[in-house]
């Protein structure tokens, strides 16, 4: 069964035209990248297309790489069809290779402040239920640092041989940064920096400053407290992934002096983590108030 569809765009009766092939596609995005645009503004660069990837242990290639307003360095995958999970692992895969990312981003010559972030986009005609729900449960997340999009592409053709392109986009919803401050001993403190403060004054009062972190860990099994040369191991040192996550406070005066050596302090905490945090805090009789800004 053959269903054709049929669209009217200001009194323009048109029907569907669908690419013929992801060549096709490929190229029409080469000429018309102004359709993979996320917010309307971006600047975008194909740097090229069929380009040879190294994946993991293997090789391949992939369709489309591009830079969008030369900070974040796209790698895009077309799909003639619906976009499906399967879709999805195989864009996830063209980032573990750390290495070759690396080396493919020093190759760009990218302008600028010489930062950038990576970003994968899926591209297709439509999209499957299964992916979109995985998708939301990730906010839109491949890792924690690179954010996937979806775009898919709806053509047609009027009787006058014009052809239209619609294009819908699929992004992670951005979240509203918190900017709350804490008030301890008459300092102003961010989340990290008044649990590093709490730390140091239970080790002037003999407390047990673990009572401040308890049993928070983060990343996946990293204490909030980690000896001093540990720590510097562990910001430094990738993960699996190549991704560093790890990071405590290790210069000047922020490691802690306790009596086996010196201790240093994570500083990834969540406005989610704090409340427990400020429990303890006033359990061990410590005045901490909370400013929104």
């Not at 645009?37 to 990837?53: A, F, N, P, S, Y």
Request: charged share 30%.
């Amino acid at each position: 069964m053959k269903l054709n569809s049929l669209v009217s765009l200001n009194n323009v009766l048109m029907q569907d035209f669908p690419f013929r092939s992801e060549l096709v596609m490929q190229a029409y995005l080469h000429e018309n990248n102004k359709v993979l645009m996320l917010d309307g503004h971006d600047e975008i660069d194909i740097r090229g297309t069929e380009v040879k990837w190294k994946s993991g242990q293997a090789g391949g290639r992939i369709d489309i790489l591009a830079v969008y307003d030369q900070e974040k360095i796209a790698i895009i995958e077309l799909k003639l069809g619906d976009l499906t999970e399967d879709h999805l692992s195989q864009l996830k895969g063209y980032f573990e290779n750390k290495k070759h990312l690396e080396a493919v981003s020093k190759g760009l010559s990218i302008e600028g402040s010489g930062k950038y972030t990576w970003l994968g986009l899926l591209v297709g005609t439509g999209v499957t239920e299964s992916l979109l729900d995985r998708l939301k449960k990730d906010n839109f997340m491949l890792f924690p640092d690179i954010p996937v999009v979806v775009v898919t592409l709806k053509r047609y053709k009027s009787v006058d041989d014009q052809v239209f392109v619609f294009s819908d986009v699929m992004a992670p919803v951005k979240a509203k940064k918190d900017r709350t401050k804490y008030l301890f001993n008459n300092k102003e403190y961010g989340k990290g920096r008044l649990v590093l403060a709490l730390v140091k004054q239970c080790v002037l009062d003999g407390e047990d400053y673990m009572k401040i972190g308890g049993a928070f860990t983060y990343p996946k099994g990293r204490p909030f407290v980690l000896p001093l040369e540990e720590a510097k191991r562990a910001n430094t040192t990738p993960t699996s992934k190549g991704t560093l996550y790890y990071h405590y406070y290790v210069d000047g005066d922020d490691p802690v002096s306790v009596e086996d050596g010196k201790i240093a302090v994570t500083y990834w905490w969540t406005i989610n983590e704090m409340p427990r945090v400020i429990e303890e805090a006033c359990k061990l009789g410590y005045k901490i108030k909370e400013i929104k800004k």
